[in-house]
């Protein structure tokens, strides 16, 4: 009986285990397939270097990592201020009942595959850049011009793809800022809107935070919904209507016909996407962890 | 007044922001929904695609996606319920705990691209898998993993404490508490994850599409490439063969993110009622 307990309890330790085994091999097999061109080409021109060109064998990707910055800039700057502001209407203005639907409707927002962001960001969101913001932006900038398939239209979908994200972790850590918090603001004479904007979300700063740095992981991460839209050019975009091509992309888009030391190439973008985003996530887990707000 | 006035601003922005963003999601789905349910018919379901997917139907992508699917969930599962077993009846505090936390949160952060890049490097070349259903699934196993986790973790946890104690004081093993009493509690959290899961590896595209490759043939056995509905969708945006065979696809699958979510929040909600 009891050697059966400590088999069972082996073999459930093991299970546990096979997370940090997948984690393990993933780390030797995109680091020792990305090594080799890694060595040849050298980190600093293969990070710095401003062509890239896999069939004349050049392989910078200061383009590819210009495109993603953009696509993930412009997200942010989209997708912060309208999380905040549906993290504050879930936890300060909704009732319970509505809050919950509210809820289920942004999760229905992350439950959406990439994909259909993609074409749907294809489908609506390119056309509409080029028929009706071109014109606007030829206006002011006659020399404008524009595809459609530019870094903004990538900004606009990924900023609806990283918005649960931002709302569910910030809402949790509003929603777990004590009572007496408010309670003293409004006793001192402030009013709801100077609680919340003075006291509320100065207290939730750690969740938010973090919420934050957790999108910005996603945003670079994105694959799918991005390659459909920027317009896969590798160059670095002048302005946010130019096309772009990003890290993600361009390996999911370029891997079915490389050549041997193209894919190594692409193996070395996953190597440093791999670490942006381990980065990333390692620092969202320790703020969180450091000042005690609530987990993803 | 000038203070109300502000805040009547405040708060008028904010119920806009959060109508826009409603309003965001209503569009999407509408729009997809309206364009797409017209071009399902029956014979898109059943026929095989014909040129490239222009003609005919979605059949063996939909058998394709099911199939590897049910190979990452009934790899995944298994591993994931008795990982979170560990977590939360075996593990002691320790340096070992927190390393395995820290990976299994490593792991749910990693890029479906980074994913995809393994699994070719690892399930299709190294171990000979080629493009395959079983590469596809494998990988995509590890992927739903730490939601598996996390869920089945969540409801453990609300299981009382006196409900183990009152079996171990019966002079039941620690396994037979688990097994009889603390897992029967808490199926519908197993449930949940298991239906996220599903939900993610039904809409996974990047990752599939570097293991399974991307055959339109009936997939029979584990070792045959298919294609998958997110991957066809894919291609058929991207190459824009045929709008009303991808507006099809993609409301077919909205419409099974649509039941899922239902379920997840239906199974969930009575979990909160318990």
């Known amino acids: ?207 938010i935070f973090s919420s934050i740095i957790l999108a910005m992981g996603r945003a670079i991460g994105e694959t799918m919904a991005v390659l459909l839209i920027t317009g896969n050019m590798a160059q670095i975009p002048g302005s946010p209507l130019d096309s772009a091509a990003t890290l993600t992309g361009t390996i999911a888009m370029e891997m079915s016909y ?28 320790a703020i969180m962890r450091k000042f005690g707000g609530m987990t993803a | 007044m000038n203070k109300n006035v502000k805040s009547k601003g405040y708060f008028g922005l904010i119920g806009l922001v959060a109508a826009i963003t409603l309003g965001v999601l209503i569009l999407i789905i509408g729009f997809i929904l309206v364009r797409g349910i017209p071009n399902i018919s029956l014979e898109f379901l059943t026929d095989s695609p014909r ?16 199939y590897v699917t049910l190979v990452s969930i009934i790899i995944a599962t298994p591993i994931g319920v008795a990982a979170a077993i560990y977590f939360s009846e075996y593990a002691k505090k320790g340096k070992l705990i927190n390393i395995i936390r820290f990976f299994t949160e490593v792991l749910a952060g990693i890029p479906s691209v980074i994913f995809g890049l393994f699994g070719f490097a690892f399930f299709v070349v190294f171990l000979g898998m080629g493009w395959s259903v079983i590469s596809g699934g494998l990988t995509l196993s590890m992927m739903i993993l730490p939601t598996l986790i996390r869920s089945t973790e969540e409801s453990l946890k609300t299981v009382p404490v006196s409900y183990r104690e009152g079996s171990l004081a019966l002079g039941a093993t620690k396994w037979e508490t688990v097994k009889k009493v603390v897992l029967p509690c808490c199926k519908s959290g197993v449930l949940t994850g298991l239906i996220l899961g599903i939900g993610r590896a039904i809409g996974e595209t990047a990752a599939v599409m570097l293991t399974v490759g991307g055959s339109l043939k009936l997939p029979v056995s584990v070792f045959d490439s298919t ?48």
């Not at chain 1, 404008?144 to 809402?171: D, K």
């Not at chain 1, 050549?259 to 942006?276: K, R």
């Not at chain 2, 490239?52 to 394709?64: D, T, Y």
């Open chain 2, 227 to 274: 294609r998958t509905m997110a991957v066809h969708l894919y291609t058929l945006a991207s190459e824009g063969l045929s709008d009303e065979k991808t507006y099809a696809t993609a409301a077919l699958l909205i419409i099974i993110v649509l039941i899922i979510n239902t379920l997840a929040n239906y199974i969930s909600g009575k979990l909160a009622k318990e």
């Open chain 1, 1 to 207: 009986m009891k050697t059966r307990e400590k088999a069972i309890e082996k073999i459930i330790l093991i299970c546990a285990a096979v997370s940090t085994l997948a984690v393990a091999l993933i780390t030797i097999f995109i680091f020792s397939s990305g090594f080799p061109v890694l060595k040849s080409y050298g980190v600093f021109n293969f990070i710095f270097g401003e062509n890239w060109r896999p069939t004349g064998g050049q392989y910078g990707i200061l383009p590819l990592i210009a495109g993603t910055l953009g696509v993930t800039l412009g997200a942010l700057i989209i997708g912060i201020p309208t999380g905040l502001g549906c993290a504050v209407f879930l936890a300060e203005m909704l009732k319970k009942r509505s809050a919950r639907l509210f809820k289920a409707a942004i999760e229905l927002l992350a439950g959406i595959p990439s994909v259909v962001y993609g074409f749907f960001g294809l489908a609506v969101i390119v056309p509409v850049i080029r028929e009706y913001i071109l014109p606007l932006v030829q206006k002011i900038n006659p020399d404008a011009s524009s595809s459609g398939f530019s870094v903004l239209a990538g900004a606009i979908i990924l900023a609806i793809m990283i918005l649960p994200t931002i709302v569910s972790i910030s809402e949790n850590s509003i929603s777990a800022v004590p009572r007496e918090f408010r309670e003293a603001s409004l006793a001192l004479g402030a009013d709801k809107r100077e609680t919340i904007t003075k006291v509320i979300l100065p207290a939730a700063k750690s969740g």
């Open chain 2, 51 to 66: 040129m490239m997917g222009k003609e005919g139907g979605i059949f063996p992508v939909i058998i394709g996606t099911l």
């Open chain 1, 258 to 285: 490389a050549t041997p030391e193209h894919q190594s190439a692409l193996f070395a973008i996953g190597i440093i996407l791999f670490v942006i985003i381990v980065i990333l996530n390692s620092i969202a887990q």
